[in-house]
């Protein structure tokens, strides 16, 4: 995976948590405390990442970013972070809440962004049928160039998302799926019985775990994996596949072989 990135840098560091990208503010903090820290009239967004992430995946992304899909909302951070640093001609988010969010609708008020960035609230990743719909309704035809999946975080929904996405990237495109490793984590919190995943009997890494699987058995599906602080960044290959009833549970060979077995599950 290339890390050499050609664009114009449009990024400026005030310090570790405060970024400007283009016409974008960023308050840049994994710690919940002080997401809520942010006046919800204010125009700075609030960007779930940190400064290694962001600088990460600007010099992992393709050369060109022109088709994407941001799973996940939430305060609207990367939605415009991406619009900002990448000028797409398309970027379509989703999110399983109704709640608009009001520094993103101002943001894309105030810079006539509305034909470039559609959002799609109320919509779970795991629907399949609404998001096929939503890509064909704003792609057509046109392959995805850059697939971001910070939504729910849980097996099986973001399966569903990948098995409509993934035939959409193009050759060299990038999906990168955020946060898989929750149920590794070491804090006592995810290892404990009160966490918000805790009712999550298969944890999010099986997913990573068959992916690693068909970059063997389809190395022209999946060309390329890198996994790097809990963050996988997979660039697609050249084999052309259908979306429509594909599987990434049944793109692999096993020899017969039981990979997963019960201990998977988290006790």
Sequence with gaps: MKLDWKRPVKMKWADAHHLRVGNADFLVSLDPDTWEKIDPDSDE??????KGMVERLRH???ESVENIVDLGIYKGGSI?????LFSPERIVGIDWSSERVGTLDRFIARHSLSDKVRLYYDTS??????LSWIVRENFGDQPLDLVIDDCSHMY???KSSL?????????GGLYVIEDWGWAHWPDEYW?????QMVNERTPLSKLILELVMVSASRPGLVREMTVWNGILYLTRGEEVVSSTGFDIGKSYVTAGRQIFHEDLAIP
């Design 191 to 195: 290892q404990g019985s009160t966490h």
């Design 125 to 130: 990743q795991g629907d399949q049928d609404r």
């Design 80 to 84: 415009a972070l991406f619009q900002e």
């Design 163 to 171: 098995n409509v996405l993934l035939p959409r990237l193009r050759p």
């Design 60 to 62: 992992v992304v393709p």
């Design 45 to 50: 967004f609030v960007l779930l990442k940190n």
């Design 156 to 158: 099986e929904m973001a």
